[in-house]
């Protein structure tokens, strides 16, 4: 059979330039004009690639002739052009390459035939911790520690860069993965020889990432979007990403963003407004005349946020805003020529005048847009920043006892007259001794709240901090340090707020961590740096940071105050997660907010603030200082951009991206075709996976007797599951480490340590904040051991009990079961604890996805029922039957669930079996993707 029939004739070529390319063209085809622009790259990626098997021309019929108004319900076979990723997803994808190399052998295979077969690119930008902040050094040293804490890994990392071909790294200290891409990475239009003839072939560019936040290419007109670490292995070997067809959203954009709003204010509210509609495994569209109002970044932006919507993507179609951000970041004129010609020859050139068919319809006014911060706890929750305050008092209620009420008889202003406050010139560093006592209590006259002032002393400076402080102010994450206009707006405001004596509480741990270097370029151009620095947002590093849970420590009498007095303190940071527990262990609330918001909550200093008639302070006049005083107009940002930003900015950044610094070519690299794993390492151990595996796989069986290892509410996110943050000393992973001689200042975070699934699967389920209704108002990483009595114990001790006596695992959850990012450990932890199948109320897509690709059952309760209308309390035992019909090659829509409780009484109900597509049946049936992914090469 040919790999490549092309039944529609659609082969033809491209001539641009002197240069000739082949192409599918996907004109000839009934429907494919007026097909959405996501449903157009699918279409092409079929019709290249079809081969009358896995990709036919009914599949192909079936996309052309897309029923916009169907529920999905046709899988195809999508194989995407290239795979990213990001280190703490990267390494264990390697890990997992290196380990199969082993397996293939082992199965009489030829190891080097485990080799990524699409390009793959991992930027290492997701382990730099904040450790050291407000100090003209703290990137040096941040680095330092990070190349000191990450060695082992960096050292794997750099002999994959040579073991497997197409496989590429970008080292430390360069910029987030998601920028690196936007800015160099990609390529829009991708070009490589032909498989069949030679000749150079041109098709779109699209991706899957090893990060959710892969969806920030889409501004780029890029389909891509995230996928777990054993998906995204699995596209690197060549297999296609199974999916249906999926219902598609038309966002019609009109108008333009006032004056005062910012991009991430646009963000927070096309959030807010797809989350309530619900676009969960749904494509995501942007078109309309706004849509060329909406400079590329702001594409990006919004694209970046696609998971906290909960869609698949969120993508903008190429047009002039795209090839001009081509050219401004350096990408070659014949690149740029070509991505132009492809797109209009393709009928993928945005066209205002020309509407798609979607399946829904969405539409924002972006005139209306007003200045939001999103809080305490979802990206999606939008609190317009006019009444931020009032929100916060009102939320607080639910972090923090009523203890003691506060109400006007407090006077808290500064125990100086602003008359005597010292003025400082923008030469002051750190804080003087003799400033007045700053307050983190609420002002005189504030709505009544809970308050608890906690007087601190650090240094030769005393004051008083309470619930509701600004403990951590951070410029981070992908979202929008890619975005000149909200960071330029960000370090103009820091200047005017020194230029008028301004100062940041002490107790604020401040932080700047831009997308690349190309934004340490144009601040330093513009001359900004010395004014964030008078603010203690000095450069931290070139990462992910904050945004991820790596804020570092804050300071010890701060973190010692809120710990010992229960203080319920903030986090302010420009990224897209505040999910709990994630940001930091002293921190429970957090907040997103723009660049220049982060700052303006650092200038108050706590969350109870309003802007709108509260001073930040008084100029050298005595005068009150606004907000408003302050915040830059955007006429001046758009020209300092303008003066400040060059193409020649972005060549010399990226002209030698993977050769790395002294540091990275200083490392000692092992070489070989096979790794060779070290006993002692406590950051890269052979995994387990394919112990015992087999040529064929053996029947799948039902489960029996089964016990509940969690039962959990609405919302639990990858970021409960899945290891995350730093490694507490009394934790079973912390206690792991200490046995293997780690001191506790090198433990480093859970996604340091991906590659060694020891340390890992005792971070699974181990969040501070994950709540397991087994037990009364407890919060972390604990459940009942039914092996001895009932007895609260880890839940990893629990789960090795069980295993011990061969007692199979369940989960119970509720709605939206694995939200957040897309972490191959949530499913990974979850099979290794001896989890062999979830019930939720619902999933959301990639962790559904990345449970069967570990070999985990994802199940539904029926509509309309849960685990508490079902009278099931998680002290039953779990018998699954029908499983085993999986073996005859079909899948059951539904199994028997029957729940025994210790009296007898059973509790009855078929679930829905969630393995949607054929495709996932076959991993299922073969233990997991890669088990399916190795015997199919095995077999070639």
């Not at 000095?538 to 992910?544: D, F, N, S």
């Not at 990345?850 to 009278?871: D, H, K, R």
Request: glycine fraction near 10%.
């Amino acid at each position: 059979m040919s790999p490549n029939p092309n039944s529609f004739e659609a082969k033809g070529t491209l001539e641009v330039g002197e240069a000739s390319y082949e192409i599918y063209r996907i004109g000839g085809l009934e429907g494919a004009d007026t097909l959405p622009y996501s449903l157009k790259v699918l279409l092409e990626n079929l019709l290249r690639t079809e081969d009358g098997a896995n990709i036919t021309t009914e599949h192909i019929n079936a996309l052309a002739g897309w029923d916009a108004d169907a529920e999905p319900d046709t899988e195809i076979q999508f194989t995407p052009a290239r795979v990213i990723m990001q280190d703490f997803t990267g390494v264990p994808c390697i890990v997992d390459l290196a380990t199969m190399r082993e397996a293939m052998g082992d199965l009489g295979g030829d190891p080097t035939k485990i080799n990524p077969l699409a390009p793959a690119e991992l930027v290492i930008d997701h382990s730099v911790i904040i450790d050291v902040f407000g100090r003209p050094d703290a990137f040096e040293r941040n680095v330092e520690i990070e190349y000191e804490r990450n060695e082992e890994r960096y050292q794997f990392l750099r002999w994959g860069q040579t073991a497997f071909e197409d496989f590429k790294v970008v080292p430390p200290g360069t910029g987030i993965v998601h920028q690196v891409n936007i800015e160099h990475l990609a390529r829009t239009v991708m070009t490589r020889e032909s498989g069949t003839d030679g000749a150079l072939q041109a098709y779109p560019d699209t991706c899957v990432g090893t990060d959710s936040h892969t969806t920030m290419v889409n501004g780029l007109g890029v389909l891509g979007w995230g996928v777990g670490g054993i998906e995204a292995e699995a596209a690197m070997l060549g297999q296609p990403v199974s999916m249906l067809i999926p219902r598609v959203l038309g966002f019609k954009l009109t108008g333009a963003v006032p004056p005062g709003a910012t991009a991430t204010d646009v963000v927070l509210t096309i959030t807010e407004m797809l989350r309530e509609h619900g676009v969960v495994g749904k494509f995501v569209e942007f078109y309309g005349d706004g849509v060329t109002q909406v400079p590329l970044a702001n594409r990006a932006t919004i694209g970046n946020m696609s998971p906290e919507f909960g869609s698949t993507c969120a993508i903008f179609p190429i047009d002039d805003v795209t090839l001009d951000y081509l050219r401004l970041t350096g990408r070659p004129d014949d690149q740029v020529a070509l991505v132009e010609a492809y797109a209009k020859e393709q009928g993928m050139w945005a066209d205002p005048q020309k509407e798609a068919r979607y399946s829904e319809y969405l539409e924002l006014d972006l005139s209306t847009v007003v200045p939001s911060i999103a809080g305490p706890k979802r990206p999606q929750d939008r609190i317009e920043v006019s009444r931020a305050k009032e929100q916060f008092c009102s939320d607080l209620e639910n972090y923090a006892e009523p203890t003691q009420l506060t109400g006007v008889d407090h006077e808290l202003e500064d125990t100086f007259p602003a008359s005597d406050a010292p003025s400082h010139d923008a030469s002051d560093a750190g804080v003087e001794a003799d400033r007045p006592v700053r307050s983190g209590r609420p002002k005189d006259g504030d709505t009544r709240r809970a308050s608890k002032p906690v007087t601190v002393t650090m240094g030769e400076e005393t004051f008083e901090i309470d619930h509701g402080i600004v403990a951590i102010a951070s410029i981070t994450s992908c979202t929008n340090t890619s975005n000149p206009s909200v960071m330029m707006a960000a370090a103009m405001l820091a200047k005017n707020a020194v230029d008028k004596g301004l100062t940041v509480a002490p107790w604020v741990k401040t932080s700047m961590a831009p997308g690349s270097k190309v934004v340490t370029g144009y601040f330093d151009k513009a001359g900004m740096w010395p004014y964030l620095e008078q603010l203690g947002f000095h450069l931290v590093g070139y990462g992910c940071t904050t945004c991820i849970g790596n804020s570092g420590p804050l300071v010890e009498e701060i973190s010692q105050a809120i710990n010992d007095n229960d203080l319920a303190v903030t986090s302010v940071l420009s990224g897209n997660r505040n999910f709990e527990g994630r940001i930091n262990p002293d921190v429970k609330m957090n907040y997103l907010a723009s660049p220049p918001l982060v700052i303006a909550y650092a200038l108050a200093g706590t969350m109870d603030f309003d802007f709108a008639t509260e001073p930040l302070g008084q100029d050298a006049d005595g005068d009150d200082v606004f907000l408003e005083d302050i915040w830059p107009a955007p006429e001046d940002v758009e020209r300092t951009i303008s003066e400040s930003i060059s193409r020649d900015m972005f060549t010399e950044d990226y002209s030698d991206v993977f050769a790395g610094d002294e540091r990275w070519r200083g490392l000692d690299t092992p070489d070989g075709d096979t790794f060779e794993w070290a006993d002692e390492s406590t950051y890269v151990r052979k995994p387990p996976y394919f112990e015992g595996m087999g040529a064929e796989p053996e029947p799948v069986e039902d489960i029996a007797g089964a016990r509940v290892l969690a039962l959990l509410g609405d919302s639990v996110t990858t970021d409960h599951i899945s290891p995350a943050g730093s490694i507490k000393a009394d934790s079973p992973a912390g206690k792991y480490l200490s046995e293997h001689g780690i001191d506790r200042k090198d433990f480093n975070s859970y996604g340091s340590r991906r590659g060694n699934h020891e340390v890992m699967i005792r971070g699974t389920f181990a969040n501070i904040r994950l709540r397991n209704q087994l037990l009364d108002g407890v919060e972390g990483g604990f459940t009942r051991d039914f092996t001895s009595g009932g007895e609260q114990t880890t839940i990893y001790d629990a789960a090795r009990a069980y295993a011990e006596q061969d007692i199979p695992l369940v989960v119970l959850a509720g709605k939206e079961y694995g939200s957040g990012s897309s972490r191959d450990w949530a499913a990974k932890g979850t099979r290794l604890l001896g989890v062999k199948a979830v019930i939720a109320e619902s999933y959301e897509r990639i962790h559904r996805s990345n449970l069967i690709g570990m070999g985990v059952l994802p199940l539904q309760f029926p509509q309309g029922e849960t685990a508490e209308s079902l009278g099931l309390d998680g002290t039953e035992t779990f018998d699954i039957s029908g499983v085993t019909a999986l073996n005859d090659g079909s899948t059951p829509k539904s199994v028997k669930v029957v729940a025994t409780k210790d009296g007898g009484e059973t509790v009855e109900f078929d679930a829905v079996v969630r393995i949607d597509t054929p495709g996932e049946a076959d991993y299922y049936r073969n233990d997991g993707i890669l088990q399916y992914v190795l015997r199919s090469l095995v077999s070639a």
